[in-house]
């Protein structure tokens, strides 16, 4: 038996009803944000990853799916959404168009790492990017459309907001740190001794419990804020509190990446065990640069669907499920299955979702099958019914019959009249 690679999942059918109810909410609240779709390749060549996410991080080292191609390319799957929308946008000369421009993307992402809950090597991601805006107003309307987005999905999460300054400030706050954890060199894992120079932001998320500790005494990028950052994160509280977005300032949330500079936020669930931050984002005013176009701001987030899945089944949370079947017809005779197979094609034709027992099964075991299909209203056809040219319409949630013709025209106007 040839079985499915280590950290990849078959989604079935039965699992679809939450997946599809969160996709298409998502993809509605992007919308109503004035946010448009957009679609980028699986792959992409392997330097625009290494470009956006940093040579020395572990994402770009030791967790992407990288191989030549014929021509001995370099490609990488995706691991993460942001880079291809931005090369998108700069090779699409989207960004040439009024802004801002604000796009969304729902999209499979692959690193290798070790699965556990909430975390695969393949998984989807639903994100936004807004391009063009400096003001506080936008990083607001991002953090708001997560907000909307799981108070829809009714999955609790607590915002952590944090700044972490700008080229201008970024720099001393950098310096104190590495004075800081280099004091406490010999307490930290191995791991954070080598970030230490390299990427001394990262140590304050470790999860080592001697390296949590230190960051928890390690000094506050809100303390080493310039004037026009301390404003700009002022004013975004500001606007939080407005629209009643409650948070929390978080000093530990921080980005190693350059191109970050001031905002950065979590929404974390306490619902969904080890893996608990639902969605990452910030202000990334220095990627679109990096990646070969011209200085534009920008902030953005990514939203890992299979966690809004868990989140949702954590808090008991049974999403709608639109039934696919609003006729299921079952058969007494092979000259009613023949009328039946003629008029179940009419009405799919016609729009009608429809299905019928092609399994030579009795009249009750059939309209069990179709009870267990969701359908909405059944149908029982033989020799009678095909005499009289007409038949009852079950409706399954009363039990109520109606009698009507065999015509297509006539079954669909019933079905929406019901």
Same mark, same amino acid.
């Given at each position: 038996?040839?079985?499915?690679?280590?950290?990849?999942?078959?989604?079935?059918?039965?699992?679809?009803?939450?997946?599809?109810?969160?996709?298409?909410?998502?993809?509605?609240?992007?919308?109503?944000?004035?946010?448009?779709?957009?679609?980028?390749?699986?792959?992409?060549?392997?330097?625009?990853?290494?470009?956006?996410?940093?040579?020395?991080?572990?994402?770009?080292?030791?967790?992407?799916?990288?191989?030549?191609?014929?021509?001995?390319?370099?490609?990488?799957?995706?691991?993460?959404?942001?880079?291809?929308?931005?090369?998108?946008?700069?090779?699409?000369?989207?960004?040439?168009?009024?802004?801002?421009?604000?796009?969304?993307?729902?999209?499979?992402?692959?690193?290798?790492?070790?699965?556990?809950?909430?975390?695969?090597?393949?998984?989807?991601?639903?994100?936004?990017?807004?391009?063009?805006?400096?003001?506080?107003?936008?990083?607001?309307?991002?953090?708001?459309?997560?907000?909307?987005?799981?108070?829809?999905?009714?999955?609790?999460?607590?915002?952590?907001?944090?700044?972490?300054?700008?080229? %201008?400030?970024? =720099?001393?706050?950098?310096?104190? /740190?590495?004075?800081?954890?280099? @004091? &406490?060199? $010999? !307490?930290?894992? +191995? #791991?954070?001794?080598?970030?230490?120079?390299?990427?001394?932001?990262?140590?304050?998320?470790?999860?080592?419990?001697?390296?949590?500790?230190?960051? %928890?005494?390690? =000094?506050?990028?809100?303390?080493? /804020?310039?004037?026009?950052?301390? @404003? &700009?994160? $002022? !004013?975004?509280? +500001? #606007?939080?509190?407005?629209?009643?977005?409650?948070?929390?300032?978080?000093?530990?949330?921080?980005?190693?990446?350059?191109?970050?500079?001031?905002?950065?936020?979590?929404?974390?669930?306490?619902?969904?065990?080890?893996?608990?931050?639902?969605?990452?984002? $910030?202000?990334?005013?220095? #990627?679109?640069?990096?990646?070969?176009?011209?200085?534009?701001?920008?902030?953005?987030?990514?939203?890992?669907?299979?966690?809004?899945?868990?989140?949702?089944?954590?808090?008991?949370?049974?999403?709608?499920?639109?039934?696919?079947?609003?006729?299921?017809?079952?058969?007494?005779?092979?000259?009613?299955?023949?009328?039946?197979?003629?008029?179940?094609?009419?009405?799919?034709?016609?729009?009608?979702?429809?299905?019928?027992?092609?399994?030579?099964?009795?009249?009750?075991?059939?309209?069990?099958?179709?009870?267990?299909?969701?359908?909405?209203?059944?149908?029982?056809?033989?020799?009678?019914?095909?005499?009289?040219?007409?038949?009852?319409?079950?409706?399954?949630?009363?039990?109520?019959?109606?009698?009507?013709?065999?015509?297509?025209?006539?079954?669909?106007?019933?079905?929406?009249?019901?």
């Amino acid at each position: 038996m040839i079985r499915k690679p280590k950290g990849t999942n078959d989604i079935t059918p039965d699992q679809m009803g939450a997946w599809n109810y969160i996709r298409h909410t998502a993809a509605d609240i992007a919308a109503r944000f004035g946010y448009g779709e957009i679609i980028t390749p699986i792959f992409e060549f392997t330097e625009l990853f290494a470009r956006g996410m940093g040579e020395v991080t572990d994402v770009v080292q030791k967790e992407m799916y990288t191989f030549p191609d014929r021509e001995e390319r370099s490609m990488t799957l995706r691991p993460e959404g942001t880079a291809g929308v931005v090369r998108a946008a700069i090779e699409g000369n989207l960004l040439a168009n009024a802004l801002p421009l604000k796009l969304f993307y729902i999209a499979s992402c692959f690193r290798y790492e070790r699965p556990q809950a909430g975390r695969s090597r393949e998984f989807y991601q639903f994100g936004v990017e807004l391009f063009g805006s400096e003001s506080p107003a936008a990083d607001g309307e991002v953090i708001t459309l997560v907000r909307t987005l799981l108070d829809e999905l009714g999955i609790g999460a607590t915002l952590h907001i944090n700044s972490i300054g700008c080229p %201008d400030c970024r =720099p001393a706050y950098r310096q104190r /740190l590495v004075e800081y954890f280099t @004091a &406490h060199i $010999g !307490e930290m894992c +191995q #791991l954070c001794a080598t970030r230490l120079e390299k990427n001394p932001l990262r140590l304050l998320d470790c999860k080592n419990a001697t390296c949590s500790a230190l960051g %928890d005494a390690a =000094p506050k990028s809100v303390d080493y /804020l310039c004037q026009p950052c301390e @404003a &700009h994160q $002022g !004013e975004l509280e +500001q #606007l939080l509190s407005a629209v009643g977005v409650e948070y929390m300032v978080d000093t530990r949330i921080v980005r190693g990446l350059d191109y970050y500079t001031r905002t950065v936020f979590e929404f974390i669930s306490s619902d969904i065990g080890a893996q608990s931050t639902i969605c990452g984002g $910030g202000r990334m005013n220095g #990627l679109v640069k990096q990646l070969g176009g011209a200085e534009t701001p920008m902030v953005g987030f990514g939203v890992g669907i299979s966690r809004l899945v868990l989140a949702l089944e954590s808090a008991g949370k049974t999403p709608p499920t639109a039934t696919n079947c609003d006729l299921y017809i079952a058969c007494m005779g092979k000259e009613a299955e023949v009328a039946a197979f003629v008029l179940i094609q009419g009405l799919r034709k016609a729009g009608v979702a429809c299905d019928m027992d092609i399994m030579g099964r009795s009249v009750k075991s059939a309209m069990r099958h179709g009870d267990k299909l969701g359908a909405k209203y059944t149908m029982v056809l033989g020799e009678t019914e095909l005499a009289a040219g007409s038949a009852n319409l079950r409706h399954m949630s009363d039990g109520t019959n109606t009698q009507v013709t065999l015509s297509v025209e006539e079954i669909k106007k019933c079905l929406k009249m019901q």
